[in-house]
C-alpha cells in the first residue's frame, strides 16, 4: 500500500521540516484529530473540503488563547 500511495504524502511535514513517510511516525496528529482539536490533517481525512486549519502548520499565527488550548491538550493528552 505505501508504494501506492506515496504521493500522497510530502518528503517533510511543512510544520516542523522532518522527513515524513508512511514508516515515520505521524500519530501525535492523528492523536489531535481525534481528541477534537484543530489540525491540518483534517484535509488529508476530508480531501474534497477546503484546506482545513492551515494555520496550525506554525503555530506562531494562531492566538494566544487557543495555542495555549492546543498544546495543554496535546502535552496532557
Same mark, same amino acid.
Not at 24 to 48: H, I, K, M, V
Not at 56 to 66: C, I, M, R, T, W
Given at each position: 500500500?505505501?508504494?501506492?500511495?506515496?504521493?500522497? &504524502?510530502?518528503?517533510?511535514? +511543512?510544520?516542523?521540516?522532518? =522527513?515524513?513517510?508512511?514508516?515515520? /511516525? !505521524?500519530?501525535? #496528529?492523528?492523536?489531535?484529530?481525534? &481528541?477534537?482539536?484543530?489540525? +491540518?490533517?483534517?484535509?488529508? =481525512?476530508?480531501?474534497?473540503?477546503? /484546506? !482545513?486549519?492551515? #494555520?496550525?502548520?506554525?503555530?506562531?499565527?494562531?492566538?494566544?488563547?487557543?495555542?495555549?488550548?492546543?498544546?495543554?491538550?496535546?502535552?496532557?493528552?
Amino acid at each position: 500500500m505505501p508504494r501506492l500511495l506515496s504521493w500522497f &504524502l510530502p518528503p517533510r511535514r +511543512p510544520m516542523d521540516n522532518m =522527513a515524513a513517510a508512511w514508516n515515520r /511516525p !505521524q500519530e501525535d #496528529e492523528f492523536a489531535l484529530c481525534n &481528541l477534537g482539536l484543530p489540525s +491540518p490533517y483534517l484535509t488529508f =481525512a476530508f480531501p474534497n473540503r477546503p /484546506p !482545513q486549519h492551515p #494555520e496550525y502548520f506554525d503555530l506562531e499565527n494562531v492566538p494566544a488563547g487557543a495555542r495555549h488550548n492546543w498544546k495543554s491538550v496535546l502535552v496532557s493528552g
